[in-house]
């Protein structure tokens, strides 16, 4: 079974630019995150859906930040204006909420770049 | 909001010894998951435990859910050199629905 896929795995844009990373989940999955990882930080969940509806979104650092899940299989996180302190790996995550089970499978991740 | 805190932040160790780290919390979590994580990868897991006291192993790797509830451990028996990454524990709070808090990593380095 294919895992969780992430494009683009690289993108460099100039500061103001629209951004768009797209997430395909693990077929099946009923539960999807976007995570964002900085040295600084670590590992910030910014928000996630179940059963394409959004939960929570306070992980959210601003307006310029948007997510979608238009259906089970596709999500997108758009930041407008990008700005270079938005720079790091942005990760999605998908699992099935089933009974107990709260695993969360990562995919490989998006490297963004704001100059 | 609830936080984790793993230690120790990196260890350098020889080829064949074991390696133990942990996490602690001041509250309570209902699962506990432990990930390792590649240079340009994202993270995988590697062991889920469910409920207090649960030990559980993945080949060399065995981690336990602490019986307070409010800790657990990773131990890695006789190290190699695939295992250099960075490991994360990650918790479930109560009533969080699925949203996990994670620790800030153990970097592991392992010398030939």
């Known amino acids: 079974d294919a895992g969780v896929i992430q494009s683009p795995r690289h993108e460099v844009t100039e500061m103001g630019q629209e951004v768009t990373l797209r997430c395909k989940p693990i077929?099946?999955?009923?539960?999807l995150f976007w995570y964002r990882q900085t040295m600084m930080r670590g590992l910030e969940l910014l928000i996630y859906?179940?059963?394409?509806?959004?939960?929570?979104d306070s992980g959210m650092p601003e307006d310029r930040f948007s997510a979608k899940m238009p259906n089970a299989s596709f999500s997108t996180l758009k930041i407008q204006p990008s700005e270079p302190r938005d720079s790091a790996v942005y990760f999605c995550?998908?699992?099935?909420?089933?009974?107990?089970?709260?695993?969360?499978?990562f995919g490989p991740g998006t490297r963004l770049t704001v100059t | 909001g609830q936080q984790l805190n793993q230690s120790p932040q990196s260890m350098f160790i020889q080829e064949g010894e074991d390696v133990s780290m942990n996490c602690t919390s001041s509250?309570?979590?209902?699962?506990w998951l432990w990930y390792k994580q590649d240079p340009g990868e994202g993270p995988v897991l590697l062991i889920a435990?469910?409920?207090?006291?649960e030990l559980t192993s993945n080949g060399r790797l065995t981690a336990q859910f602490g019986i307070t509830r409010k800790d657990s451990f990773l131990n890695i028996s006789a190290s190699i050199p695939s295992d250099v990454g960075i490991y994360f524990c990650?918790?479930?709070?109560?009533?969080?629905?699925?949203?996990?808090?994670f620790g800030q990593g153990t970097e592991l380095s392992v010398k030939p």
């Open positions: 995550a998908s699992t099935l909420r089933a009974g107990n089970s709260y695993e969360q499978y």
């Open positions: 077929s099946g999955h009923n539960s």
């Open positions: 859906f179940n059963n394409n509806v959004p939960i929570d």
């Open positions: 509250s309570i979590f209902n699962t």
């Open positions: 435990l469910y409920k207090a006291g």
């Open positions: 990650a918790g479930l709070p109560p009533q969080q629905g699925g949203k996990l808090i």
